[in-house]
């Protein structure tokens, strides 16, 4: 069946060959599996901070918005 004694080892490298390829990319998909699922809660973390912010930043907008029309009120009522 093989015609040279060399045949076996080169068979069983070219194997061996393929099967630390195929770990290698077994843990480069659990380590990018791994990076996508850290960098999804950090992208989570920054919206809610930011949805904070945004909504800080809307009250504060209403206070001035009701300061600035009970101003204009008095002015209106005076004038």
Do not use: K, N, Y
Request: proline share 1%; charged share 35%; net charge positive.
């Amino acid at each position: 069946m093989f015609e040279s004694a060399d045949t076996i080892p080169i068979l069983l490298a070219i194997v061996g060959v393929g099967g630390v390829l195929a770990g290698m990319a077994w843990r480069m998909a659990a380590r990018l599996d791994r990076r996508i699922t850290e960098d999804r809660r950090a992208a989570d973390a920054d919206r809610r901070a930011f949805q904070r912010a945004m909504d800080d930043f809307r009250a504060e907008m209403q206070r001035l918005a009701e300061r600035q029309s009970r101003v204009e009120g008095r002015f209106d009522a005076a004038g």
